[in-house]
């Protein structure tokens, strides 16, 4: 049996979504003066090492420069139009093939520190055969960890569903942490203004 040391984790950050509501591709905004999708980038690495890999879609070309300098690798969804599910699908059949744990993070949660990520990978590697999520809202989320057992489930959405279902359908096989800053997600300029402001709250459900 592997060690705690010995684990390997690969880490996706999804950033294919066309950020319709956003009104231009937020993968690219600054934040702190750097792009935000290199910045979730360089937090996955501090967990994750240089295995990790920027799922990108719709905005593909144009994000694709900001990444030149990350520990990143990318990985272009094709079929981002179909929705969340079809980035989780390109993380899963992206990762290494000996990684045991897949981090999947949205580029989005802006919020989410390399503190926030190096708690969650703490309580994985103390339970490494148990999925390891983000409390917050009310229920478990991402950013997740999940073990290789779980990559078939995941493979298995369609659509816009949300990693959730497959968080719940393994409820007993589940170790929460409050995270509430994973709540904080940029879905409008206003969220950003907000954000940057200091009030950015998490949503209360």
Request: hydrophobic share 45%.
């Amino acid at each position: 049996m592997d060690t705690p040391d010995s684990l390997t984790l690969h880490a996706a950050v999804l950033a294919a979504g066309p950020a319709t509501r956003f009104g231009s591709p937020k993968q690219l905004v600054r934040v702190g003066g750097t792009p935000l999708v290199h910045q979730m980038a360089a937090r996955a690495a501090t967990v994750a090492g240089h295995s990790v890999t920027v799922a990108l879609g719709a905005h593909a070309r144009d994000v694709a420069p900001a990444l030149s300098r990350s520990p990143a690798s990318t990985v272009v969804n094709r079929d981002w139009e179909e929705g969340l599910a079809s980035s989780i699908r390109t993380a899963v059949r992206s990762a290494p093939p000996q990684c045991e744990g897949l981090l999947l993070l949205l580029c989005d949660q802006v919020a989410v520190t390399a503190d926030d990520l190096g708690r969650l990978y703490s309580v994985w590697r103390r339970h490494p055969v148990l999925v390891a999520a983000a409390l917050y809202g009310g229920a478990p989320g991402l950013p997740a960890i999940f073990p290789a057992w779980a990559f078939p489930d995941l493979l298995e959405l369609r659509g816009d569903r949300d990693p959730r279902l497959v968080l719940r359908r393994h409820a007993e096989r589940l170790v929460r942490l409050p995270m509430p800053s994973a709540g904080v997600e940029l879905d409008t300029p206003e969220d950003l203004a907000k954000f940057e402001a200091g009030t950015g709250e998490p949503p209360a459900t």
